[in-house]
């Protein structure tokens, strides 16, 4: 049977609370929220905290609301609040696409948008669809909070800037109107990690060039989830098919995947390519209204 | 399929199935349900290693740890002379490691303690050097000059070679091949799968130290058949023993065979005194029970210019893993997988398989294979469509021209095999009417041109099922018939008990429908008794898709015989010579006189009344028999698959399916339908997803359910099912059995309809899972080695 190490336990109700108890339990206490990575990894015994933190009633973390001309998601937002959210729908429709092919309903119904980015599984769909809309989280600490872009948030694998004693609390994407985002996912079977996926938002001049472009990129290696150098390429660009297949061949040439069962590295580099035309086709069909 | 307003058939028919309210409001009684008063709680410690010395072992610290019972090591084993087991294959299996580990996550050493937590603590205080050894982990290296000797505990033993194995005429069919204007040679592997039912594998021991008796619950397939092997390789008296198989949550021949967590239940409860519960994880569950398939074949098939094919060769590589421990009729090494000529009429045929141990789990022989006709059937319809593929010949056009004509049958394989009954072209037809096979094909023509890639694939499928004769067919000695009993109370309610063990098949109502049919009882009132070796009579159990083919054929036989008492009983009491009597489904009347009846409930209280019975004839209708079927039973299946892949992408979406079966007379078509819906996402799975593959350290890469991917009701369309009905001329009611009919036919038909869609890039084969990035290589003429890791 799979059971976890012996581990202390508390529930808090607030970030203060939760704060409280992470400086009082130190660092191998971990914050629990959704539990979906956590709990497989404590039962795998790969994962001992010495202690948990539930934040699962910290009601303050789950909201999703528009303010300063961004949306705010709150950490503990499950994945099904995110795929059902109009507001978010209505902005950015690069989450309704990603947060389908998130995992199964169950896991949706539990599992938060804080805890997906915390994980930072390189592999996390949420990871690239937020690099590819510019988004930043907010980290509190006992000495405050900071804001920091979602392209300095992850370290490495499974390895973020959250620090001992700190939470995640809030993703902010910035609003502007004007553009199309979407995202794509090979996946073996739905519920699967993705093979590779990659999502684009994009926003177009009245001329038809490409003022302004995000892509993220999953499970292909790329750095902080992200296409930079084919975004670089993109910008004043015309948004066509020819300008998506460079910007395609520039993401794959920048991606380094590895090779595992999901796939072997040349297979994996040509989807980081193929996805990436996809996605920027699909969003540039959005940004002109083009598309359902 | 909508079955709302069914009555209870008086017999065969639709109806929902008995058990199942129990199950749908959370009733059942599963192995880990079984919670008895002071119960200990049993946990493996593992091997990481492939191929491992065992230097030392101390378990001091575990053994220290408050709440621990007892650890027991393979050197406490060889105390009890149970360090080794026997296989179901005359091989030896190790219950513990004692001089190596020979696969990863083998069995190494048992805790016991009072609960699952403390026991996995216990688990990490153990310390175990290794010693690491060379490691076989590709089959093909298995046999190489130098490679590593895995069973050294073998005297003697200087390779890997299990057996060689032969079937069929060689001489007449190298002469058949040396003759024809067409040869066309495949690789095919048939990758390593798993079963993984829902419930995984374990057991609860409780052994009574005043009366001696030792009751195990376990899940296994085969409780009468564990009960003997228990008593045999123990040494306990085999009346002192009682194996129960309460619910199981699915088998699919991954619960036939003993593995090491039943004995160390059952060492455990008598070393502490307690009864001591085993239950495995996932992880254990994939990594160490038994596997499936594992075939490398090369097939070469002969035929004429014009696609009359002559004559099939196969060579097999049978990766065994650790131990032979493959569940099959002892006689038959490679099962039934000398069946692969398949649906067709050829001159000549032949195979050699040869067995080979690797670093790998035990196994071979499970999900649902009907003893390797998966491997078999899989083979000759993947060596069909690359005869298509080079004749280019449509491949429905190539088996019409080929199938076994209905003329032709009872018939003769050259293999020798001798199928009962069919008619192939009909079933074949009908499949390609359901799916508009030629309006498809259009249509597949028309997309190409658009650059869509669509395919079409089709699989025709003969299974042979109900094993079998006890002369030919034998477990360890043991002979593959079943017994039944029937009693029928006073009150005309009656009691059925079996051998079999149902997993998840319905035997509690179909076993009831078969008495229904027989003595006009309503199946509500028929109560069926199965799973526990007190209470039932002897048998070999289900798996091989053998309880209806040989149980139920007793359970029409037993019923016969309570028929032929109630005549006598109703003859006394309409005072009428039994000739006169005449049977109508639930009664007995004077032939000419129809108001001078007893019904079957009348009848059954009056032979338990006072009433006077002629001489020598005893009271009561209760009885007994025991079924040795004559030969085994053949279903049949023609089964079309469309895809639509994305050839950029690899990505493939399973349109649609159509299933035509002929498994004979269909005692609950519901149930029938259920099982095809099964073994058809098996076939989904196998064919697409399911990669069991080991790194070159032995490394198993398939040890979770987020690595060993299992299909979802996503990616299976919406079943289309069609059926012929050919009964089996030997069997008393007809029936040739289904459960595993799907698994066999539908992963040919899922790989046929990707190729196809992949013909225009000139792909001819590509070994399962087609998943994305196999397929996406394969159109690029690379396709990926699935039974290693993906580099």
Known sequence: MQVPAAFEYAKATSVTQTLDLLAQWGEDARVIAGGHSLIPMMKLRLARPTALIDINDVDELSYIKVEGGELRIGALTRHAELLESALVEEHYRIFRDAERVIADPIVRNRGTVGGSLCQADPAEDLSAAFAAVGASVVIQGARGSRTVPLTEFHVGPYETVVEAGELLTEVRVPIRPGGGSAYVKVERRVGDWAVAAAGAALWTSSEGTVSNVGIGLAAVGAEHFRAAEAEVYLVGKPATEESFAEAGRIAAQHSNPVADQRGPVDYKRHLAGELTVRALRAAAARARGQEA | ?791
């Not at chain 2, 310390?127 to 073998?154: F, M, N, S, T």
């Not at chain 2, 987020?706 to 008393?732: A, F, K, N």
């Open chain 2, 1 to 791: 399929m909508t079955v709302t307003e069914n009555p209870t058939p008086m017999g065969f028919g639709r109806m929902h199935r008995k058990e199942d309210a129990r199950f749908v409001r959370g009733k059942g009684n599963y192995v880990d349900d079984v919670n008895l008063p002071g119960m200990l709680h049993g946990s493996f410690l593992r091997s990481p290693y492939a191929h491992a010395k065992i230097v030392s072992i101390d378990t001091s610290a575990a053994e220290a740890l408050p709440g621990v019972k007892a650890v027991i090591t393979g050197a406490v084993l060889e105390t009890l002379s149970l360090a080794w087991m026997p296989t179901l294959s005359y091989d030896t299996q190790a219950v513990l490691a004692t001089d190596k580990v020979r696969f990863q996550n083998q069995e190494v050493a048992f805790v016991v303690a009072d609960n699952h937590y403390i026991a996995r603590d216990a688990l990490e205080l153990i310390e175990v050097e290794y010693e690491p050894l060379p490691v076989v982990a590709d089959a093909k290296q298995a046999l190489a000059p130098g490679a590593p000797v895995i069973r050294d505990d073998k005297e003697g033993k200087t390779d890997n070679h299990i057996f060689d194995w032969s079937a069929g005429d060689k001489e007449k069919t190298d002469a058949v091949f040396a003759s024809s204007d067409v040869v066309v040679a495949e690789d095919i592997l048939y990758p390593r799968v798993h079963p993984s039912p829902l419930e995984t594998c374990g057991a609860v021991a409780d052994f009574d130290k005043v009366t001696g008796k030792l009751t195990i619950y376990s899940t296994t397939q085969a409780p009468h058949a564990h009960r003997t092997v228990y008593a045999l390789v123990a040494g306990l008296p085999e009346h002192k023993i009682r194996v129960i198989s309460p619910d199981i949550g699915g088998g699919f021949g991954g619960k036939v065979g003993i593995y090491p967590g039943y004995v160390l239940a059952i060492v455990g409860s008598i070393v502490t005194g307690k009864p001591v519960k085993w239950m495995e994880d996932r992880n254990e569950h994939l990594t160490a029970t038994a596997f499936a398939r594992d075939y490398h074949m090369r097939g070469e098939i002969a035929a004429t210019k014009d696609g009359k094919i002559r004559a099939l060769r196969v060579d097999v590589l049978a990766d065994h893993g650790a131990f032979n421990g493959t569940a099959q009729p002892t006689k038959f090494p490679a099962g039934f997988f000398h069946i692969f000529t398949g649906s067709y009429d050829l001159e000549a045929a032949s195979c050699n398989v040869k067995g080979v141990y690797t670093n790998k789990a035990p196994g071979g022989v499970a999900y649902a294979c009907s003893f390797r006709i998966t491997e078999a059937a899989y083979l000759v319809e993947r060596m069909i469509d690359v005869l298509a593929f080079e004749l280019k010949m449509d491949p429905a056009e190539l088996r019409m021209k080929n199938l076994l004509q209905p003329a032709q049958f009872p018939y003769t394989t050259p293999t020798g095999w001798e199928y009962d009954s069919g008619d192939y072209p009909k079933a074949l037809r009908l499949a390609m009417d359901m799916v508009g096979y030629e309006k498809l094909r259009v249509e597949q023509a028309e997309k190409l041109q658009r650059g869509e890639y669509m395919g079409i694939g089709i699989s025709f499928f003969t299974e042979g099922v109900g094993a079998g004769p006890r002369k030919h067919m034998d477990i360890l000695g043991l002979g593959m018939a079943d017994g039944a009993e029937l009693r029928v109370h006073p009150t005309g309610k009656a009691v059925l008990r079996l051998s079999v063990q149902t997993q998840g098949q319905g035997h509690e109502t179909t076993f009831a429908q078969i008495v229904a049919e027989e003595l006009g009882i309503s199946p509500d009132d028929i109560d069926v008794v199965h799973g526990d070796t007190d209470q039932t009579p002897f048998g070999l159990g289900t798996y091989g898709s053998r309880s209806t083919p040989v149980s139920g054929a007793a359970t029409a036989i037993v019923a016969r015989k309570v028929r032929d008492r109630a005549r006598i009983v109703a003859s006394a009491m309409l005072e009428v010579s039994p000739d006169d009597l005449e049977w109508e489904k639930g009664k007995f009347f004077v032939k000419g006189d129809p108001d001078q009846a007893k019904t079957i409930q009348e009848i059954a209280m009056a032979a338990h009344s006072s009433l006077e019975l002629p001489e020598g004839v005893e009271g009561h209708l209760d009885a007994t028999t025991v079924y040795n079927p004559p030969n085994l039973t053949y279903p049949f299946g023609a089964y079309i698959c469309v895809v639509d892949v994305d050839p950029a992408t690899g990505q493939v979406k399973v349109r649609r399916f159509i299933a035509v079966d002929d498994c004979g007379v269909r005692i609950n078509p519901m149930i029938v339908e259920g099982q095809v819906h099964g073994g058809l996402a098996d076939g989904i799975g196998m064919a697409l997803m399911q990669l069991m593959a080991f790194d070159e350290d032995g490394n198993h890469l398939g040890a979770s359910l987020m690595d060993y991917l299992l299909p979802t009701s996503l990616e299976c369309p919406s079943w289309e099912l069609g059926e012929t009905v050919t009964p089996s001329p030997h069997h008393p009611i007809g029936a040739k059995g289904v459960g595993e009919s799907a698994t066999v036919g539908s992963p040919a038909a899922v790989v046929n309809a990707v190729l196809d869609a992949l013909k225009p890039f000139g792909v001819r084969h590509a070994d399962m899972p087609l998943t994305p990035s196999n397929v996406w290589r394969a159109a690029q003429g690379r396709p990926i080695r699935t039974d290693l890791a993906i580099q």
